[in-house]
Nanobody, 115 residues
Framework: QVQLVESGGGLVQAGGSLRLSCAAS????????VGWYRQAPGKERELVARITSVGSTNYPDSLKGRFTISRDNAKNTVYLQLNSLKPEDTAVYYC?????????WGQGTQVTVSS
């Protein structure tokens, strides 16, 4: 089972960009489907983007065009590029790795978008 560590969050003005990273330690990470989720205060955790082991991606319709997920298996890292950020994107962003019955979560990274 892999261990995941997110980084790259921070404070950004509306309209700005950030790139989040999800670095994995452990074997077989390239076989994992990895998802980025976010959770705002008082709200449920929601899927932001997902990428499979072969690089297929999917996004909620509401976020298509602004967020892009990618992976570099040589670096055991999945990225989430956040563009045209809005105050409502403020949340803790988590990555999740799933393979069969195994599922791992990182500790999260805070993204705050000021208006």
């Amino acid at each position: 089972q892999v261990q995941l560590v997110e980084s790259g969050g921070g404070l950004v003005q509306a309209g700005g960009s950030l790139r989040l990273s999800c670095a994995a330690s452990g074997k077989l990470f390239s076989r994992y489907t990895v998802g980025w989720y976010r959770q705002a205060p008082g709200k449920e955790r929601e899927l932001v983007a997902r990428i499979t082991s072969v690089g297929s991606t999917n996004y909620p319709d509401s976020l298509k065009g602004r967020f892009t997920i990618s992976r570099d298996n040589a670096k055991n890292t999945v990225y989430l590029q956040l563009n045209s950020l809005k105050p409502e994107d403020t949340a803790v962003y988590y990555c999740n790795g799933a393979l069969g019955i195994f599922s791992s979560w990182g500790q999260g990274t805070q993204v705050t978008v000021s208006s």
